[in-house]
């Protein structure tokens, strides 16, 4: 288990001085697969380094399997190689002049005491074997694809067997299909290896795929954690509703008080939208209404509104075919929602529709901006 507890680093080079990491505390089970989400400049990667030890953080404490390696009040400060991690950066800083098999030897050579040659060899090749580079390990590192290269760099990361695998951004260079692939694989790779991953990445759906755990990270702050389905089915904030559903943020006023089941009704600018308010809402409060696009269904134009709760005319428009459904626009006044429409049913642009908001898939939340 690897815990923080308040940890907060600032950079005092940096202009404003404000924390980069304000306060995080998290508990990463032992064998998780832990994501750190949020938008550039939020801090991930400082967190990942002040893990490393490669950044010292101004207070609080870093625990790993219950032994400190770093704390705030009691000054222990254990130096990078006593932590015994494997990181890959987001450069992957693999060295261009050293062979494949150089590149994963070099964290073992300088290892002390001194490990035997054979010892060497037979851990690089079962690291390069994880990683399927067996075949490449006489090349030098420049004459590789990105993919074999970030792959270096993973065997390297686990060529000492560390006990937590810390990992920047490590797909973002690679191209869309390339990327889809790796990330089938490193997945595969780090649950059958059971190791502890820390995973840092900007792109939601890689970060909803992969992980067990999430911490969505706004401005140094942990905003929101949980397993991807709570993370997006629950945002708890429009920030963790922008960043992670992708969805609709639709502006609304709450104009009836909440029932026994505190059902209401909210204006919008597409009509009056029936539904449960969380508690905390009240009759008067404005608030956002988080509608993605399975919270829609779209139904033909001639299809009956007048009376039914949550059903409105719209005009679809700005259609782009995405294969296994259209993407458009539905517009009511000059508000618009994105609505997936069947493939299969060929429409003429524009197109007079009627959408239904399926209330209970919709989130509301306060609006405070
Ligand atoms: N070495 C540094 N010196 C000064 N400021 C830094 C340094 N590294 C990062 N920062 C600042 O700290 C904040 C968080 O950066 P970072 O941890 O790299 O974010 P992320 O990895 O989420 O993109 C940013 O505002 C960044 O400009
Ligand atoms: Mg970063």
């Not at 770093?70 to 494997?86: D, I, K, Q, V, Y």
């Not at 490590?170 to 990330?183: G, Q, T, Y």
């Not at 104009?255 to 919008?268: K, L, N």
């Not at 509608?291 to 009956?304: E, K, Q, T």
């Amino acid at each position: 288990m690897l815990v923080l507890r308040h940890l907060t680093k600032t950079y005092h080079g940096a202009r404003p001085v404000v924390p980069s990491v304000r306060d995080v505390s998290l508990e990463i089970p032992r064998g998780s697969f832990f994501t750190l989400l949020g938008p550039s400049g939020c801090g991930k990667t400082t967190i990942l380094h002040c893990i490393a030890g490669l950044e010292t953080p101004d207070s609080g404490d870093i625990e790993i399997d219950g032994v400190a390696v770093f704390s705030g009040a009691s000054g222990c400060n254990e130096p990078p190689h006593r932590r015994r991690l494997g990181m890959v950066f987001q450069s992957y800083a693999i060295w261009p002049h050293m062979s494949v098999f150089d590149n994963v030897a070099f964290p073992l050579q300088q290892q002390r005491p001194r490990l035997a040659a054979r010892d060497i060899k037979a851990r690089v090749m079962t690291a390069l074997s994880l990683v399927r580079l067996e075949a490449v390990a006489d090349k030098l590192a420049p004459f590789l694809s990105g993919g074999q290269q970030q792959r270096v760099a993973l065997a390297r990361a686990l060529v000492h067997e560390p006990r937590l695998l810390l990992l920047d951004e490590p797909l973002s260079n690679l191209d869309a299909k390339l990327r889809e692939e790796m990330r089938v694989e490193l997945g595969r790779l780090v649950r059958q290896l059971g190791i502890t991953t820390i995973f840092v990445t900007h792109d939601q759906a890689e970060a909803l795929t992969m992980s067990d755990r999430i911490a969505l990270i706004d401005a140094g702050r942990v905003v929101q954690q949980g397993a991807p389905h709570d993370i997006y089915y629950r945002p708890n904030s429009t920030f963790a509703a922008r960043f992670v559903c992708g969805g609709n943020i639709v502006p609304g006023t709450v104009v009836s008080a909440p029932d026994m089941q505190r059902q209401a009704e909210i204006d919008t600018p597409f009509g009056r939208v029936a539904c449960a308010l969380p508690t905390g809402i009240n009759a008067g409060d404005d608030v956002n209404l988080v509608v993605r696009p399975d919270s829609l269904r779209v139904c033909n134009g001639d299809a009956p509104v007048d009376g039914r709760p949550n059903f409105f005319h719209v005009d679809i428009s700005d259609v782009s075919f995405m294969g296994d459904f259209i993407e458009g626009i539905a517009l009511s006044g000059s508000t618009a929602l994105r609505v997936r429409l069947d493939p299969h049913v060929q429409v003429q642009m524009p197109h007079a529709a009627v959408v239904e908001v399926i209330a209970q898939r919709c989130v509301v939340l306060p609006r405070k901006e």
